[in-house]
């Protein structure tokens, strides 16, 4: 499915976050995922990724309103690298969505 993005364990296959396209809230400079699910989300989690293109040099990367599984003390560090690198890769991603 294209409009499902999945982190997952290199063994195993684990899904650890899970993204879904938001096509209603995106357009051309404008795109949006919904964190819809994996082992490092909190239930209750409404989290989003949000990547604007401002201009041909610059990209805006927001995540809104995500909770991570992890409290937050061990989340920052352990689970907050991984995301760092998550952001590259979606950058790359959402590339080939324009």
């Not at 290199?10 to 993204?19: A, D, H, M, N, S």
């Not at 989290?47 to 909770?67: C, M």
């Not at 992890?70 to 991603?93: C, D, E, N, V």
Request: glycine share 6%; aromatic share 14%; charged share 25%.
């Amino acid at each position: 499915d294209q409009h499902r993005v999945q982190f997952k364990t290199v063994f195993g296959g684990l899904v650890l976050i899970e993204l879904l396209f938001d096509e209603t809230m995106s357009d051309n400079n404008r795109v949006l995922f919904r964190v819809s699910g994996g082992m490092l989300v909190d239930q209750r989690s409404n989290g989003k990724f949000e990547f604007r293109i401002l201009n041909d040099d610059v990209a805006l990367i927001a995540l809104h309103n995500f909770t991570p599984k992890l409290p937050w003390w061990i989340y920052r560090w352990s689970q907050a690298p991984f995301h760092a690198r998550t952001m590259k890769r979606f950058g790359k991603y959402v590339s080939t969505l324009r």
